[in-house]
């Protein structure tokens, strides 16, 4: 029996998706209105084959450009500009940018310096990239933060696979390593008003519609805490527990570290004018608001800044040898091993996130919260947030607060509390979504790698998120009456 199934894996994989499809339609468990029920069927039907692997990912991502006009959820031409969506051309900026900085060994370069300061032990690697991934992350957007981390911890993996001491595990530090790179991004975002954007979605409809005020630091002390305890939950789950690396420092390891960057000497012409894209991009992505609000005759965002320096790699000449005056930094030749998958992946990610949105399926979440209102303010918040958690799995983060702000506002005045008390936690549960590639845009860069299965995501992101929503209800409910006083 068990030789049968390994043999006709995929089929199952299709047949149980399909099953499940048509238990949602028919069953409607959740006592949805016909397009509702219908549209949560084929999300159902996408994440099972996502998660059972029943095909490639980004085949799986265009069934709703069949289906849902088939179906008559959507037209072709309206589900179609999912997939160009700005977010998509960002990561494909920031794609650029990573193929420029591996092709001139750049992050080669950065990755040795970057051992030379941590040493060659595994656990200590991970610990520096998750602290300072989940610092930059605090002032800097999640994705862009992701995009600059991602090519120098692909190089760092490649280095210290080549002098790994025999008892090493090799294959759990690489996974390690980008998987604390997108959470450490995901965590890190959430200590700021300005480090995820639903964050600040948030906290506009919060001055739009009460007189509570959050400010600046008043958001810090109550989530610089939560992400320095998220960090380190992250690094003990992931280095102690489920991914032990084994990997011990090594003198070989370090001589050969000196010996490389000796011998690559100082800076090439190529590696300096990457540099200065990447710097200057980098850059951009920090100080956008700063340009934005000293100027008003071009606004930048984080897409555009990944495009222009993504563009720049294509303009600007190598001039690597007189025998190849028009060599550019990238040429179009070196795009063919680009993740283009993951691009289509995202598209049908967010296909799927307002379709939900569309057929109110939102609404009915609120209505569903709203039923298990209870006058123990720490059950509330913990149902609050583990939907918030779970829900931003399959759906944008930025659009969920949007629609569900008003929502849990709504069901926290009818109960006569403050709308903090059930606000932030949902607001913060929506950038802590650890299981599924297009829960977060970091998800999505760090399982381009190549390094990552489906399946260790699901299973490593199902312990955070819980892990998550203990944390992020136990704080809320703790310290957020300490603060609220004030506001």
């Known amino acids: 029996m068990k030789a049968f199934f390994t043999k006709y894996k995929k089929e199952a994989a299709l047949i149980t998706g399909i099953v499940l499809c048509l238990f949602f339609f028919f069953v409607n468990p959740l006592g949805l209105l016909f397009k509702a029920k219908l549209v949560l069927a084929i999300a159902v039907l996408m994440i099972s084959w ?257 495009l222009v320096g993504a563009i720049s790699l294509f303009i600007v000449p190598s001039g690597r040898t007189k025998e190849e005056p028009d060599e550019r930094l990238l040429e179009w030749s070196d795009t063919k091993n680009m993740a283009w998958g993951i691009l289509l992946l995202f598209g049908g990610g967010i296909a799927m996130a307002k379709s939900l949105e569309e057929a109110k399926l939102m609404e009915d979440l609120g209505q569903y919260i709203a039923g298990f209102a209870t006058s123990n303010i720490l059950i509330l918040i913990f149902i609050v947030t583990l939907i918030s958690v779970f829900l931003s799995e399959v759906m944008s983060n930025i659009a969920q607060v949007i629609v569900m702000a008003p929502v849990i506002s709504a069901v926290a005045v009818a109960m006569g509390i403050n709308p903090l008390l059930l606000g932030i936690p949902m607001t913060l549960g929506a950038s802590c979504a650890s299981m599924m590639p297009m829960g977060t845009p970091p998800n999505a860069i760090v399982f381009a790698s190549g390094h990552i299965k489906l399946n260790q995501m699901v299973k490593t992101g199902f312990v955070l998120n819980m892990i998550s929503v203990i944390l992020i209800t136990l704080f809320c409910w703790l310290l957020l009456p300490l603060i609220i006083p004030v506001l």
């Open 50 to 306: 996502w998660v059972l692997d029943a095909m490639p990912l980004a085949v799986v991502a265009l069934v709703p450009l069949v289906l849902y006009p088939l179906l008559n959820i959507n037209t072709i031409k309206d589900t179609s500009r999912s997939y160009s969506d700005s977010i998509i051309y960002l990561f494909m900026g920031g794609f650029f940018l990573g193929m420029a900085i591996e092709k001139w060994n750049l992050h080669k370069r950065i990755a040795l310096s970057i051992i030379k300061l941590t040493g060659t032990n595994g656990n200590r690697i991970i610990l520096g990239f998750i602290l300072s991934t989940g610092f930059i992350s605090m002032w800097l957007s999640n994705t862009a933060t992701t995009m600059m981390m991602f090519p120098i911890a692909a190089s760092v993996i490649h280095v210290i696979s080549r002098h790994a001491n025999d008892g090493a595990n090799i294959k759990n530090f690489s996974l390690t390593l980008m998987l604390s790179l997108a959470y450490a991004s995901n965590f890190g975002g959430i200590a700021t008003i300005i480090g995820t954007p639903p964050n600040v979605a948030y906290i506009r409809h919060l001055n739009e519609n009460f007189d509570h005020k959050m400010d600046f630091m008043k958001w810090m002390l109550l989530c610089m805490p939560l992400a320095i305890m998220l960090m380190l939950a992250l690094y003990f789950v992931m280095v102690k527990w489920l991914y032990p690396n084994h990997l011990a420092h090594s003198t070989d390891g370090r001589n050969f570290i000196n010996a490389e960057l000796k011998e690559m000497g100082k800076l090439s012409r190529q590696e300096k004018r990457v540099l200065i894209i990447f710097c200057s991009t980098a850059f951009l992505w920090i100080s956008k608001d700063i340009i934005n609000a000293a100027q008003h005759v071009f606004q930048l965002d984080d897409t555009i800044i990944a």
